[in-house]
């Protein structure tokens, strides 16, 4: 199932799941369908067929059928038999392997290839890069669902909303007397029906605004009519053909030890905010190219630099050199702040060599 589902009737969710491994125990793929309420373009439909022998309520699959217009949408929903696909799926790991081999044998085998060639890395199994990038990107609609006749189809009625664009998050959100769902630092004067966030400590001010989407981050800042606000995937694609970096990484970057968020920078210089995490710590490493100097803002930080160690309060600093080896750790029991300044000529984050593995292997994670 993905990942950005809401389902509002869990205890409806939990017995469609228990009637479709019935299905999936018999090499069935079954899939949730959603009835329709409205002519939806944003959904993939599936088309009932027969009922399903010595099944709770599945049934043959006719025909998924791809995203339509408004018009084919609304002959769905007038003509019945017809449900939104939502994209979560039952089935054995075996039924799908079988399948996977059958109608996408070049997914099927770079993925077990990926898997014969992972290794352990603490607490993470890696799969073999170089494999698993060689591996066609398909979803498992087109690649084996549409192609299977194992397809099975489960009606479920479970309050399912896909929360696939900001429009559906203000659909489910609570709202104020004037429609608007409102999250984080935020002032509105004369606005209605709108979608309005703010994260951190920056504020975000609205007016005269109806029914709009107004979501500003670190990263960037989004203004829509609440209608189109799924186009967002479009605007996405334009930031990935541009290269920007916006795109694909966030400024607070999250790590097993804590996080990391760069808040200046420039052609010899980086600044960061650093927290790591009560017993956590870095793996020991060096820069060529790049100091570090490191203030401690709240906490206590264990900071090794060479064969020496130093125990640094609120406060206090420590710089480490291009070349010196260095550790910083929590010893403590509450969370660590640092303000980090690197400075150098080369700030890449391939300018790194690792001498242990306690972070998850990144070189970006230091």
Sequence with gaps: MPSDHHIRDVPAFHDAITRAADSAAADRLVAFAIHPDRPETGYG??????????????????????KPDAETAAG??????????????????????????????????????A?????????????????????????????????????AVLPADIGWSDVGSWDALWAEGPKDDAGNVVVGNTLLEDVRGSYVRGSGDQLVAALGLED????????????????????????????KEAGRIEADQHRTVSRPWGTFKEIDSGSRYKVRRVTILPGARLAVQRHRHRAEHWVVVTGTATIT????????????????????????????????HLVEVQSGSYLAEDDVERFSDDDEGSAAAD
């Design 45 to 66: 439909y599936i088309r009932q067929g027969a009922a399903l022998p010595g099944s709770d309520g599945a049934f043959v699959v006719d025909a998924f059928v791809e």
């Design 76 to 113: 769905f929903l007038a003509a019945g038999g017809y449900s939104w696909n939502s994209g979560m799926f039952v089935f054995s790991a075996r039924t799908m392997l079988e399948e996977a081999r059958r109608h996408a044998p070049d997914i099927a085998a770079a993925s077990e290839n």
């Design 115 to 151: 898997l014969a060639g992972a290794g352990r890395d603490l607490d993470f199994l890696r799969l073999d890069a170089d494999t698993f990038a060689a591996c066609p990107s398909d979803s498992i609609d087109y690649a084996i669902m549409e192609k299977t006749d194992r397809a």
């Design 212 to 239: 709009m989407v107004v979501v500003a981050t670190d990263d960037a800042v989004l203004v829509a009519p609440r209608d189109r606000s799924g186009g967002v995937k479009d605007i996405v694609g334009r930031l």
């Design 305 to 336: 630099r060479g064969d020496r160690t130093y125990t640094l309060g609120e406060n206090e600093s420590l710089f480490a050199p291009p070349g010196q080896t260095h550790r910083v750790e929590n010893r403590g029991t509450d969370v660590l």
